[in-house]
């Protein structure tokens, strides 16, 4: 049975749970939201990617640095090709006909035919997780460092441009509004969120939209004319005490710049999207499934898929892939 509850924001939301069906033969699925398929990992399921034809997943590392995997999976077969990475892998992009991991401070680049290491970068200051491929560029933040006692003074204030051409970095840039939390591509531009607000950057650097708000901003996705970012905590890294927070951000991208509050079950964490669904895992280390939101409806509508516990989402245009929590698994919903 579904249950509707009307929110303050306008979105409504729906709770299903459905029963797995591993020999599914494909998607969407009848309800578009079931899991349609597991397939065992070699490892601790990391941070999962969706090229042209591939899916792409970072193995966790049992050891903290200097080794890592990345695993290439066949859907249709469910196997997984791994590779030996000279980092403990941390998050990964695509392009310029090659995967980009970050990890240890720094960046591998990856022959995506081949699974070879090409390059292993280092830039003037220890890279972060956060990672993306622009039209023309790559992407890294800065790494979560900072004197004692003066978390607002964290590297992860720095982002940088990796010249795909050179493998080497050609722009930093300080960023005073935000911190380097999470990325998403638009074109030559580059949206960044963490602490205190959003920005939309150049690929000259230039600052060209910026929306300040109480709290963190952990994860972000671009839907058409919208960017959504995911709210766990409230506060800031100045002093200003951190609470959980149960919200989801729209910030409209086109037209008025108007800043839309959803409220959820539980604090968010990774966010997914495409072809105007939303995805959207809870936070780190919480009991909690996946939430589907149909961004395409007005007012858009949730729902609650109870059936995993995810991690990080890579979705396409039927559904999501799902790395699990604490299983060697990755879970195709559709």
Known sequence: MLGFVGLASGAIVTHVSHAQRA???????????????????????????????SLWITI?????????????IDPK?????????????????????????SGDGKVVRVNARSGRVMSVIRGP???????????DAVWVGGADIYPEGQGNKTLMHWIYKINPRRNAVVRQIHLSQTTALDFASD????????WEGVVKVSGSGRVLLQRRFDGVGWSIARTPGAVWVTQPFSGNRRGKPQRPARRLL?????????????PLDVPPGDIS????????????GLNAGLTRLDATLTPPTLTYVADLIPTRLAAFPDGTWAAERDTHMISEIC
Request: aromatic content about 8%.
């Open 77 to 101: 077969a469910g196997r997984a090709h791994v590779f030996p990475l000279p980092v403990a892998t941390s998050r990964l992009a695509y392009g310029f006909g090659s995967l980009w991991v």
């Open 250 to 262: 729209r910030i409209a991208t086109s037209g008025p710049n108007r800043v839309t509050r959803i």
């Open 60 to 72: 966790q590392s049992l050891n903290p640095r200097g080794h890592g995997r990345l695993a290439r």
């Open 187 to 194: 074109g030559r531009s580059l949206w960044v969120t963490g």
């Open 273 to 284: 999207a495409a072809a105007g669904i939303v995805w959207v895992g809870p936070f780190v």
């Open 125 to 135: 200051r220890m890279f972060g997780p956060a990672i993306t491929a622009t039209s």
């Open 23 to 53: 020999d599914s033969s494909g998607c969407p699925s009848p309800s578009g939201q079931e899991v349609v398929r597991r397939i065992r990992l070699p490892g601790k399921a990391g941070f999962p990617l969706l090229t042209n034809k």
